[in-house]
């Protein structure tokens, strides 16, 4: 790996068992400020738990978790997904979450509901004082420039139920900016998009690394993570397989057979 820099977020010994399953069993890893890292596996592999783990949607049964070495695994296990999102660590779904009957300009407004709140609630913890640009004037000001961003000028009165879902998660990834992150967990950013939609997501989330942002995303599509990653780890059974560049996984011949070669993960 030729990608070594400041260690944004790092994960040791992560573990977590559902039952006799252990759905993640020893994953460390590190991910480098300015990068974008994924973490790809077949289904089941154990990539959504060892995400949510990170994100606090779940706690680890052991293990810890850095940010900026400054170790945050309680704060993960406590589940305030708004707390970590003001340290700087905002987050995508596989299902978009934002308030569909909002029109697009308003919903790119608001911080988008985060992990553990659906609602209003983990909205309104990020809108506290201390952060900047809060008047509503500045947030319509920044929705608008985002807008034109994302090239959606033209539907900003349109409401986002009434979006394809290719759509409706490039607004979540603009929601996302707008918190001003210094890195996005992404999760599985192209999971339902079409494939005309699909070059948009990606080209935006390598525009987010241009910008200096840092990018840990899991995904189950091979080829579009290879084309976009500057590391990548493979897990396999709630294990790390491999980890390397995309040349150094395509050589690989364990990853190459765990996806090609029909392993139940």
């Known amino acids: 790996m030729n990608n070594k820099g400041r260690v944004i977020l790092r ?17 460390s890893l590190e991910v480098y400020e300015g990068t974008i890292t994924s973490i790809i596996g077949t289904n089941g592999a154990g990539k959504t738990t060892l995400f949510n783990l990170i994100t606090g949607l779940i706690p680890a049964d052991s293990g810890k978790i850095y940010y900026m070495d400054r170790e945050i695994t309680d704060l993960c296990k406590s589940g305030k997904s ?8 905002a987050q995508s779904f596989q299902l978009t979450r934002g308030f569909g009957d909002m029109p697009i300009l308003e919903s790119l407004m608001v911080p988008p509901p985060l992990a ?7 909205m ?3 809108l506290l004082p201390g952060r900047k640009e809060t008047s509503l004037w500045d947030r319509e000001k920044k929705a608008n420039e985002m807008l034109r961003e994302l090239g959606l000028e033209e539907k900003k009165a349109e409401k986002l139920r009434d979006q394809d879902i290719g759509t409706q998660k490039l607004v979540e990834l603009g929601q996302i900016f707008l918190l001003s992150p210094t890195i996005f967990l992404l999760d599985e950013p192209l999971a339902g998009v079409s494939m005309n939609k699909a070059p948009l997501l990606l080209n935006y989330i ?9 990018i840990l995303m899991i995904e189950h599509k091979m080829d579009p993570v290879l084309s976009i990653s500057d590391i990548i780890h ?3 059974n709630g294990t790390l397989l491999a980890s390397g560049t995309p ?8 990853v190459m057979e765990a996806y090609l070669g029909g392993e139940s993960c």
């Not at 994960?11 to 994953?27: H, I, M, N, P, Y």
């Not at 708004?82 to 660590?89: C, D, E, S, V």
């Not at 040349?247 to 364990?254: P, W």
């Open 234 to 236: 493979v897990l396999v």
């Open 82 to 89: 708004y707390t970590l999102a003001q340290l700087g660590i």
């Open 124 to 126: 309104l913890q990020l």
């Open 247 to 254: 040349e150094e996984i395509r050589k690989n011949q364990k």
């Open 206 to 214: 390598k525009g987010l690394k241009k910008k200096g942002k840092t």
């Open 11 to 27: 994960c040791e010994d992560l573990r977590k068992s559902f039952g006799q399953t252990k759905a993640v069993d020893g994953c």
């Open 116 to 122: 553990n709140d659906n609602s209003l609630t983990s």
